[in-house]
């Protein structure tokens, strides 16, 4: 069975198949740029660029969404794409767009965060673990003893009297031009308010800047719980929609 792992952002829609076996990419991802404005139909087209990119047979589609999905399909938030997002049955569009293939949609944190329990840095561990994406936003995946508590989306906890996500995402981090040692400021008092509200045992940072966690997780000084990052990086959200398309 070829499964493919589809990842929505605010920036850019990229994806690839899926090798299940290993929880990882079977061929480089293909990425686009997400169109602006962020319409259902506009990244549909998008999402179909990706996959098509491949020319090869696919059984189904995993495809990741940057807000909350309830039922498997109906968009309920669209905080870093267009607001026409809200009560889309996404699964449907996306579904009829690639020509009838069976298609699972889900949060595009919580994805990441299958595939980081699988197979990254949370496999194995137990009690409370929270995933959070830096990106264009702030995602969050919250899991107990392994078991997912879906679209929590802390990102949009308030910090200074505004989203969390808007003081610490990546994408705050390049729009203010802020130092890594700024940003991981800004990132310890996320850290701090959440670790209040969850005690977790471990955070899992991911998101494309844990690539570069070496610049900033050293300076995040106070939290109790153990900071790592992401193992699988900014491919986590890809495996994990493959693994939830190939589990239905």
């Known amino acids: 069975m070829k499964i ?42 998008g999402v ?3 996959v098509e990119h491949f020319e090869g047979a696919c ?27 809200i009560d889309v049955d996404a699964r449907a569009l996306l579904s009829e767009k690639l020509g009838g293939l069976p298609v699972t949609v889900l949060n595009d944190a919580d994805a990441a965060g299958v595939a980081e329990m699988q197979f990254g840095a ?11 994406t830096f990106g264009t936003g702030i995602g969050s995946a919250l899991f107990s003893d392994g078991v997912l508590v879906p679209n ?3 990102g949009h906890l308030e910090l200074d009297g505004h989203d969390a996500e808007r003081r610490a995402s990546t994408k705050a981090k390049e729009d203010h031009d802020l130092t890594w040692e700024h940003w991981a400021r800004r990132v310890q008092k996320y850290l701090e308010h959440v670790e209040m509200l969850f005690s977790p045992e471990l955070f899992v940072i991911g998101g494309g800047v844990s690539r570069k966690a070496h610049k900033f997780l050293p ?9 790592v990052p992401a193992e699988l990086q900014n491919n986590a959200g890809i495996v994990g929609a493959a693994m939830t398309a190939s589990r239905l």
């Open 4 to 45: 493919f792992g589809v990842d929505i952002g605010g920036s850019g829609i990229k994806g690839a198949p899926v090798d299940l076996e290993r929880g990882d990419l079977a061929e480089e991802r293909f990425k686009v740029l997400t169109p602006h404005p962020a319409t259902p139909d506009g990244v549909a087209d």
């Open 48 to 50: 179909k660029q990706v």
């Open 59 to 85: 059984d189904r589609v995993g495809i990741t969404f940057p807000g909350v999905v309830t039922g498997g399909s109906t968009i309920r938030t669209a905080a870093n794409v267009d607001k026409s997002w």
């Open 122 to 132: 949370g496999r194995g561990r137990k009690g409370t673990v929270l995933l959070l």
């Open 152 to 154: 929590t989306e802390l």
């Open 219 to 227: 300076l995040i000084e106070g939290i109790k719980a153990e900071i």
